[in-house]
């Protein structure tokens, strides 16, 4: 059976976000260059499969463990889940902005949202860097402040 | 089916990324002076929740959703078993708003290094180096 309590954190092979990273980074360029709703809402729903059922669930995660961790060696630690579903839960807000952006005429909409999009993946890909874990105190200080006031 | 606008914002976004990931690269974690004039911001046990070290104290601000910190509670908390008086407190930055208010952190991980008198000498946001750590430790017992 599986645990899903939330004091047990599932921990993930580091390597698998960074290559889901690379691959949501082409998508989506692929998706600006071309203004294409239908790739961004497919790619919201990768988004959406790995916010809500886990990474390892999410399509990207799939394939890192079908063709890509096979032929690396096993990891040298593993990482704490939360932060990367987190971020994939950013991801999933943006990508559903600019579909909608798109798809409803308002390719403004589409194009910027499609463009943070596609810096906070390139970043993740390229630099290991997480826009969206980073953008999370930022949020709790946010809301503690509306809350005061 | 090319969109020239979606094409020529996706070539600036790459490049301005690419930009702003180098920078960041080479400032994350960098051990800076502690901020608004040496000594100005001080921290009592009692605000931290625990003893402060009678060399040093290492207080890491972490959150549950923050993919560097482990990485650095292992560093810190290992400087801290290795070296006599330096101490690791780690605040869970979710539960302790106030002192991210006071210590000004947008951050996680921010390291800050006190002094045996709890003054912050020197600040890191994002993961710091051992090596840095180190020379910071050194410079808080040095007072």
Redesign the interface.
Known sequence: MPDRSPRV?VHVDPRGPRFAAVLTTLVL?LA?????GVLLAAQAVVFALGAVLGLRRSPYGWLYRRLVRPRLGPPREL??E???R?AQGVGLAFAVLGAAGYLSGA?WLG?AA??AA??AA??NA??G??LG??A???A??GR?RLGQG | ???P???V??AA??A???L??LV??RRDGRLRDGGRGRGALRFSSGELGADLGERATLVQFS?????TC?GTRRLLAGVAAATPGVRHVEID??AR?DL??RAE????PTVLVLDPAGRVVRRASGPPSRADVMAAVELATAG
Request: proline content about 6%; aromatic content about 10%; hydrophobic content about 55%.
């Open positions: 954190p360029v600006l260059a071309t203004g294409s990482e704490d939360r932060p990367p987190f390719g194009v499609t463009a596609v810096a390139f970043l390229a630099f860097y997480c874990c980073e999370y105190l930022l709790v200080r503690a | 089916m090319i969109d606008t979606g094409l914002v996706a976004v790459l301005a990324a690419t702003f990931g960041r690269a959150t549950a959703l923050c993919a482990p930055a979710e708003l991210v208010r952190v947008m951050r996680t």
